[in-house]
């Protein structure tokens, strides 16, 4: 509410599964004419039983219909392991032949959501599957119908863990509407790997990735900062003004 | 196995190449669940100092072999322990089952609005209430009660009201055999 007093923010995203018992007109009436967009974290769409994806996707869309966000979007990754919950989202494995069964799967979703949804790119800790995300991610796009939320944050993840070019993700960002940015770090360790931290601010590597997108994509029609934790306003405030001069 | 199993499972991570990438990742993931397990039970950290690490072992590794995944319900398994019995008053009994609502309420995708878990022998009852609007917080009521005349176990209910007596339908919290 500080930033969007300060003009540095004009709509909001709900992390939507911390919100579902609350009744969407009660969300509206708070929120009043600041717009909003869902993100979705515990669907585990890929993986949960048919009927379970049902009801939750009942029960968002009664958000949808009151809310209308600017999008809906979730994560192509792994929840669980042997049906037992993971503490961390894994990443996908993005085998071809698998691109039916998910495009019928996000076509389920869809329909259960009343909504198209947009699949955000995932932070690759390794090489094991990163180098096929970005031409799965559009090619899983076309064939289901479902877009793409572009994390730039991620895309740099990626690319540093798992050895994807940056020039791989333009086609991904040309295909987004919708982008996300956030801070990362490196993980205590002697592998150095990096993580989607979302406490820090955002590093310059990020603004001048995001920068070359700009220049590839016509401008999207939202951007998110994502800030997790080490709120620090000032900070914050200071990266959004950035974004609002187009990353100068 | 799974290499995702080194997520979950201590000795599986082991089993990982020291400093790898792989080990240090499920070292990571190892450490979220002791986050999941102490961050709402100092007092329980304190009977296994310095580091937690030999009780969150126990607690995994009994998930892993039940293949039976971490969450709010795990938190009444610790009452079993050995050790935590021999610690075992009120204190730390309220302790953990406040610890058990808490993670219920930042999970639970549904609309209801309270879990309240009820324990017979010391008469402890706890009521967790989700927040009711964007800006409020969650709250965890610690009562009283003489509801549950049954035997040795603790009970759970979940309800789409805000109040301890739209609780009426009790199940027993999973727990391994």
Redesign the interface.
């Known amino acids: 509410m500080q930033l969007a007093a300060l003009g540095l923010v004009s709509y909001f995203e709900f992390l939507i ?6 009744p969407p007109t ?2 509206a009436a ?2 009043g004419d600041v717009p909003c967009a869902f993100h979705i974290m ?1 669907s585990e769409f890929l993986e949960c039983a048919p009927e379970e994806l049902k009801r ?1 996707g009942k ?1 968002i869309r009664t958000f949808v219909r009151t809310l209308k966000p600017l999008y809906v979007s979730d994560h192509l990754a ?1 929840f ?9 989202v ?1 990443e996908y494995s993005y085998a071809k032949t698998d691109i039916d069964r998910l495009s019928a799967r996000v076509g389920q979703w869809q329909e259960a959501l009343g909504t198209q949804i947009f699949l955000e790119n995932f932070p690759s ?2 090489t094991a599957f990163a180098a096929a995300q970005p031409e799965f991610l559009v090619a899983l796009s076309a064939k289901s119908g479902c877009g793409i939320l572009f994390d730039v944050s991620n895309a740099i993840v990626a690319s540093v ?1 798992g050895n994807v070019k940056l020039s791989d993700w333009i086609e991904v960002a040309k295909a987004s509407p919708h982008f996300h940015v956030a801070g990362f770090r490196k ?1 205590n ?3 150095g ?1 990096l ?1 989607d931290s979302h406490d820090s601010v955002v590093t310059e590597d990020t603004f001048e990735f995001l920068s070359a997108c700009l220049k590839a994509t016509s401008v999207p029609e939202s951007m998110t900062y994502e800030r997790d934790a080490n709120l620090n306003i000032e900070e914050i405030a200071a990266d959004l003004r950035r974004f609002q001069r187009g990353c100068a | 196995m ?1 290499s ?2 080194a ?2 499972s201590p000795s599986e991570a082991r089993k990982l190449p020291l ?4 080990r ?2 499920a ?4 450490r ?2 002791w986050h ?1 397990l102490y961050d709402y039970a100092p007092k329980l950290l304190g009977i296994f100092s310095p580091d937690g690490k030999s009780l969150l072992e126990d607690w995994l590794e009994c ?2 072999r039940e ?5 709010w319900w795990s938190f009444p398994i610790l009452l079993e322990h050995p050790e935590v019995q021999s610690h075992l008053d009120k204190e730390l009994k309220t302790e953990i089952l406040s610890a058990a609502v808490t993670r219920w309420l ?8 309270s879990i309240c878990l009820m324990e017979r022998n010391y008469g402890i009852c706890i009521l967790g209430l ?6 409020d917080s969650k709250q965890i009521l610690c009562m009283s009660h003489s509801m549950i005349e049954a035997k040795d176990a603790i009970f759970f209910s979940t309800s789409p009201g805000r109040e301890l007596k739209s609780h009426t339908s009790w199940t027993e919290v999973w727990s391994p055999e």
Do not use: C
Request: aromatic share 8%.
């Open positions: 599964d911390n919100f579902v018992h609350i009660k969300i708070e929120i515990k939750y029960l792994r669980n392991v042997h049906q037992m919950n993971l503490p961390i894994a800790r390794t863990n993980v360790g002697k592998s790997w993580l | 799974n995702l199993t997520f979950i400093h790898s990438p792989e240090e990742i070292e990571h993931a190892l979220q669940l999941y998930h892993y293949r039976a995944s971490i969450g930042s999970s639970d995708r549904t609309e209801a609005q989700k927040s009711e609007g964007l800006a």
